[in-house]
């Protein structure tokens, strides 16, 4: 499949999440930073983020604090150039405790499908260790691994 770029269609959103979700699980800043537009616009939880250099500083205070992170996205919604997507990623922090945090995000593309806006609303669900359910390697979610619906979260 050619790079998916809006106007998206069933199959294009579908991938570009995906893509999305392989990015982020990669955990490398500067490679995620790349499939934003160079001014860039977010809004992750409370705090605003503007273009490419703080997309990469505010990645690497992340993955910083959130320990073997391990993140799936699915599709909840689309349109021409917008895509929504509900979440779910586990991770532990320095001291061991470990959270899932549940969330959605909304995004704009431009015509190269690059992301222009960001908009995420995040929830963090202390959890116990043995209720952690997203167990692959860290890296890319394999591919017969349950996704988000699998899970009824």
């Not at 990669?26 to 273009?51: F, K, M």
């Not at 021409?80 to 470990?98: L, T």
């Amino acid at each position: 499949m050619a790079k998916p770029i809006p106007p998206f269609t069933l199959e294009t959103a579908i991938a570009k999440v995906r893509l999305a979700e392989d990015g982020w699980n990669s955990r490398d800043p500067q490679r995620v930073s790349l499939v934003y537009t160079p001014d860039t616009q977010w809004r992750n939880r409370a705090e605003i983020v503007t273009g490419r250099e703080e997309v990469v500083a505010f990645l690497r205070r992340k993955w910083t604090t959130e320990l073997e992170y391990r993140l799936i996205k699915e599709l909840w919604a689309f349109t021409d150039a917008r895509i929504a997507v509900r979440f779910a990623y586990e991770w532990h922090d320095d001291s061991g405790s470990w959270f899932r945090s549940y969330g959605n995000e909304n995004w704009q593309f431009d015509a190269e499908g690059l992301m222009a806006r960001r908009f995420a609303c995040i929830n963090d669900l202390p959890i116990a260790e043995s209720d952690r359910k997203f167990h692959w390697p860290l890296g890319r979610r394999p591919d017969d691994h349950p996704a988000l619906s699998d899970f009824g979260l």
